[in-house]
């Protein structure tokens, strides 16, 4: 079994999960249950990494669907259904769908009610107020304290924001202007230089050509890249992402396949 607490400080992880690597990723998810740990969420992601004219890189995310469902994982009717009960919650422990309260199923139950109502997972209107009930119910049964609620329902469940963009997560990587600076290191003076571009503005170009090629079909497996001058794609990759929660730490077990496509 995969034994985190025996991990060595100061040497390379990979090498001492190397004896792992082999196992997929279900075979290493229940290795980690057995260790008292709980599914909490699952999601599944394209990243694309690509870079402007400038030098400048980026880590796009898209929002893809689950294994085994073919919408948005941010439309499905669990999330709304997961809204409407919150609303019609009386109790703390009700909002998170406890039967036993401990520290532990409390930050557990956290974990797995975020990964359904925060906005950035459910595009239906009441996922707002719903975090933050989900956010005032752990820290009343945490701190001992009663959480006063109102009369049911607590809120309003609306319609799905139809216009929601793909993109769930934009990254553009940090830059600095060169750099030189004298250290002394082990009594030896020294010379560290650090070399990059100038800051990029291009980032909603960049946002605008994905969003374009993911409506056209483009970036799925076996798609055509469309040509552009001033944007470079390094990969394109299809992610598979499990949280599990022991109610203290949090792991997470991934998959990640390259998608093979074609420059057009």
């Not at 009717?77 to 036993?100: F, G």
């Not at 139950?109 to 989900?134: I, Q, T, W, Y």
């Not at 409506?215 to 992402?241: H, T, W, Y």
Request: glycine share 6%; charged share 25%.
């Amino acid at each position: 079994p995969i034994e985190f607490l025996a991990l060595h400080p100061h040497k390379d992880y990979k090498l001492q999960f190397s004896g792992h690597l082999l196992m997929s990723r279900t075979d290493i998810q229940d290795q980690i249950i057995k260790l008292g740990y709980e599914l909490v969420g699952q999601s599944c992601h394209s990243v694309v990494h690509l870079m402007d004219s400038d030098g400048c890189a980026y880590a796009v995310d898209f929002a893809e669907p689950n294994q085994g469902e073919s919408v948005d994982p941010r439309f499905s009717d669990e999330k709304r259904r997961e809204l409407l009960r919150i609303a019609k919650s009386r109790t703390a422990d009700e909002i998170l769908h406890l039967r036993v309260v401990s520290a532990g199923n409390v930050n557990k139950a956290m974990r797995r009610k975020s990964l359904l109502v925060h906005p950035d997972k459910n595009a239906f209107e009441g996922a707002d107020a719903a975090m933050k009930l989900v956010n005032a119910a752990s820290d009343a049964l945490l701190s001992g304290r009663k959480l006063t609620l109102g009369q049911p329902p607590l809120f309003t469940v609306g319609q799905a924001k139809r216009d929601l963009p793909q993109i769930t997560r934009f990254k553009q990587k940090k830059i600095r202007h060169c750099e030189a600076t004298v250290i002394k290191q082990m009594g030896r003076l020294g010379l560290r230089i650090s070399v990059a571009t100038e800051q990029s503005d291009k980032s909603e170009e960049v946002r605008a050509f994905l969003e374009q090629a993911w409506k056209e079909g483009s970036l799925e497996a076996g798609g055509v890249l469309p040509a552009q001058d001033s944007l470079s794609i390094d990969s394109v990759r299809f992610k598979q992402d499990a949280v599990l929660s022991n109610g203290t730490f949090d792991v997470s077990v991934q998959m990640v396949k390259q998608k093979q496509l074609e420059s057009g």
